[in-house]
């Protein structure tokens, strides 16, 4: 299963909403996770079953969707958020990523 | 608190054979599924290999089956990757991950800190 991460990078301000959306290339049901990555760091699961917020992970994340569309939205950004955000299938094998969205700050 | 800790990265011959290791602590690893994921510099992340609880269940990446191979021992609390006829688009980060059951937490939901493999000529 591939999927379609988009966009590919994002500008965005402290403060604003932004959402990235996740296309799946056939029905995975709710079987898509969230990753953030800073640089240099290993990447940390923020949604998990497309819109379970994982224990610790602040409410400004959510997620939204099931079968081939999906999409990953923080409200309110903090300085903190800006980094890479991937998704990932876990439907079958290989367990495919996303191409990744970068966030950067405007 | 649950932690995952690669080792043995570093330079390998194209041609060559690298090992990994990823010690587990803080949780019981004989329960959970693993997985290994590596990113090459400057790219995205890349799933390669998947090994069950029990080693019953294994999967690779096209771009790796017949030279990687994916093995644990569930009383040293460890996973491996034994990495052969190296490439140069083996190089890059590895890391492993744990995985827990579906009725649980279904993502990869513990990573250790990576271990970079270059790969030579």
């Known amino acids: 299963t591939q999927l379609t991460q988009s966009p590919s990078s994002l500008s965005a301000s402290v403060g604003d909403s932004v959402t990235i959306t996740c296309r799946a290339s056939?029905?995975?049901?709710?079987?898509l996770a969230w990753y953030q990555q800073k640089p240099g760091k290993a990447p940390e699961v923020l949604i998990y079953a497309a819109s379970t917020l994982q224990s610790g992970v602040p409410s400004r994340f959510s997620g939204s969707g099931s079968g081939t569309d999906f999409s990953l939205t923080i409200s309110s950004l903090q300085p903190e958020d800006f980094a890479t955000y991937y998704c990932?299938?876990?439907?079958?094998?290989?367990?495919?990523f996303g191409e990744g969205t970068r966030l950067e700050i405007k | 608190e649950a932690q995952l800790m690669e080792s043995g990265g570093g330079l390998g011959r194209r041609g060559g054979s690298v090992r990994l290791s990823c010690a587990a602590s803080g949780f019981d690893f004989r329960t959970y599924s693993m997985n290994w994921v590596r990113q090459a510099p400057g790219k995205g992340l890349e799933w390669i290999s998947y090994i069950s609880s029990a080693s019953n269940i294994i999967y690779y990446a096209d771009s790796v089956q017949g030279r990687f191979t994916i093995s644990r021992d569930n009383a040293r609390n460890s996973l491996y990757l034994q990495m052969n006829n190296l490439r140069g688009d083996d190089t890059g980060v590895y890391y492993c991950?744990?995985?827990?059951?579906?009725?649980?937490?279904?993502?990869?939901?513990?990573w250790g800190q990576g271990t970079v493999v270059t790969v030579s000529s």
């Open positions: 990932q299938q876990l439907d079958s094998y290989p367990r495919t």
């Open positions: 991950a744990r995985l827990p059951s579906i009725s649980e937490v279904y993502a990869f939901d513990i």
């Open positions: 056939q029905d995975i049901s709710i079987y």
